[in-house]
């Protein structure tokens, strides 16, 4: 198949608004992959119109995405081919990389018309939003196999990921929907939480009772074990076993021969608090723990024991294995009430800890793998602050001619200037980017064709946040962490943005 007729695909989904639309058109794609029997091409578009490589990671950033030749004049692109050429890329490695790379990168892209490169370009940006994600493209799968849409879920919830259950859905037909189980050592996709505003809140949605637990300030990992084999992946599915010998060491020494949990690793203090994120951060990213801080682990989910099942019991029941196989000084926190007044000394225990907050759960509800169900709300306080945006970029994608990504800086007393503490382009509506375009048009200080547009210091946001950093990137030596545009201040001037010693006694906290 043409790698165009994917790009082409991809483009009537974006433009479509209605959810059934999108399903069929994507049905109507996979069915022709599907026609030429290769379970990896359609594995690889199922990838691709969610939104990620196969390869996960290949090494292009926008850096090398800026300056890109003319589009060839007609589509020759197989999807075939353009998969090889990103496996290629991504082998690419040691002295000279970044040029060998940016040659293989600059070739693909002569070789793709227009719609193609716009296509390439947004989804190695990371950019590409049309909709086309888990629900849509598992009832894409569902119509184009004539299988129920709850199998397709079941399996893709199972298998950790929608790709390989497309293939197998549309290449082998529903039977083989059956070969996806629960296995040691095959990843499985993390159930998420919803946000309540405060325990109150997360008492009344889950109907009165909660379990309550630490919302520890580390890295969630899910643990495998089979046997003496254990492997250790992160929450987006990454194999990060090596990394992490203390978790392998920990797993090691349950009573159990095979096992599936959710856990937390984090560093922490002598004194039991939790260390700065970023220390915790350091150990998933080298290869060998090194001199870097040892991780601790604390267990708070179970789905498989010894041959067992459990993610469809009850939270109870699976919490009750949970405390019969891990003890007590590796399980996080945990009350079960139904009163809000000790909910919130809870919470206030957890914070006054250094913790995040609280994750409030339904006893009764099962572990929905892979999804943000409703039987798991986070609770914890949002920071915000009142910042100037000191510039912003064009965005990509859908957001192609709009100015999107804002450059965030703090008041500076001290020099009557502005210290940048990092950019974000999270928590935009259409609207918010229409008016945003228009008004940072009016502010650009210099030529607005170039990639980031630079502006007059006048324009004030609020941004909401999860925690102040250390970071070497930016001259004051920190930044913010998940920042979100909460809404414009246009009843602020830049003189009474927040100032960068405010942002520096939070870091402090932080730390």
């Not at 996979?30 to 690889?44: F, K, M, N, Q, T």
């Not at 019991?313 to 949970?322: C, E, K, N, Q, V």
């Not at 950093?469 to 979100?484: E, I, K, V």
């Amino acid at each position: 198949m043409l790698f165009a007729e994917v790009a082409d695909a991809s483009a009537d989904i974006a433009s479509a608004s209605a959810r059934r639309a999108k399903t069929d058109r994507l049905a109507a794609l996979l069915s022709r992959i599907a026609a030429e029997g290769d379970a990896r091409l359609v594995s690889v578009t199922a990838s691709w119109l969610s939104g990620e490589l196969p390869q996960r990671q290949i090494g292009v950033g926008w850096a090398a995405l800026r300056s890109l030749p003319p589009p060839a004049p007609t589509p020759t692109l197989t999807v075939a081919e353009v998969d090889e050429r990103f496996t290629r890329i991504g082998a690419v490695s040691g002295k000279g990389s970044r040029v060998a790379r940016a040659e293989l990168v600059l070739d693909l892209f002569s070789s793709a018309s227009g719609i193609e490169q716009t296509f390439l370009r947004r989804l190695l940006s990371g950019e590409l939003r049309q909709g086309a994600l888990a629900g849509v493209m598992s009832d894409a799968v569902a119509e184009a196999a004539g299988i129920p849409a709850a199998e397709v879920r079941r399996a893709a919830m199972l298998a950790g990921a929608l790709p390989a259950v497309a293939a197998a859905a549309l290449t082998a037909g529903r039977p083989a929907l059956a070969e996806f189980r629960l296995r040691p050592g095959r990843p499985v996709g993390p159930m998420l939480a919803q946000t309540a505003t405060g325990v109150d809140d997360a008492l009344r949605r889950l109907g009165g009772t909660a379990v309550l637990e630490t919302k520890l300030d580390g890295a969630r990992v899910q643990i495998h074990r089979a046997g003496t084999a254990v492997s250790v992946f992160t929450r987006s599915l990454d194999d990060v076993t090596a990394r992490l010998p203390e978790v392998v060491a920990a797993t090691l020494a349950l009573p159990a021969t095979d096992l599936i949990a959710d856990a937390e690793a984090i560093a922490l203090r002598p004194d039991g608090r939790p260390h700065r994120f970023q220390v915790t951060a350091a150990r998933f990213g080298r290869k060998h723990p090194g001199d870097l801080e040892p991780l601790s682990v604390f267990f708070f989910d179970l789905l498989h024991l010894d041959g067992r099942d459990l993610l469809d019991l009850p939270a109870r029941d699976r919490l009750a294995a949970l405390d019969t196989l891990v003890p007590a000084t590796q399980r996080v926190g945990r009350v079960v009430t139904a009163d809000a007044a000790a909910a919130q000394q809870f919470l206030d225990r957890t914070l006054a800890a250094g913790h995040e907050g609280v994750m409030a759960k339904s006893p009764s509800a099962p572990y929905e793998a892979g999804r943000r169900g409703a039987g798991w709300l986070k609770v914890k306080p949002v920071h915000t602050l009142d910042l100037v945006v000191l510039a912003v970029e064009w965005g990509s994608g859908r957001r192609t001619g709009t100015l999107s990504n804002i450059h965030l800086g703090a008041r500076d007393p001290a020099t009557g200037g502005f210290v940048m503490l990092g950019k974000t382009f999270k928590g935009m509506t259409d609207a918010m980017l229409k008016w945003q375009t228009a008004r940072f048009t009016e502010l650009a200080d210099g030529p607005t064709d170039e990639y980031v547009v630079k502006l007059r210091p006048e324009q004030v946001v609020e941004i909401a946040f999860d925690g102040v950093q250390s970071s070497s990137r930016y001259p004051g030596g920190m930044a913010l962490r998940f920042a979100r545009v909460v809404r414009y201040r246009d009843d602020k001037s830049p003189a009474e943005a927040d100032t960068v010693g405010t942002v520096r006694m939070l870091h402090e906290r932080d730390s």
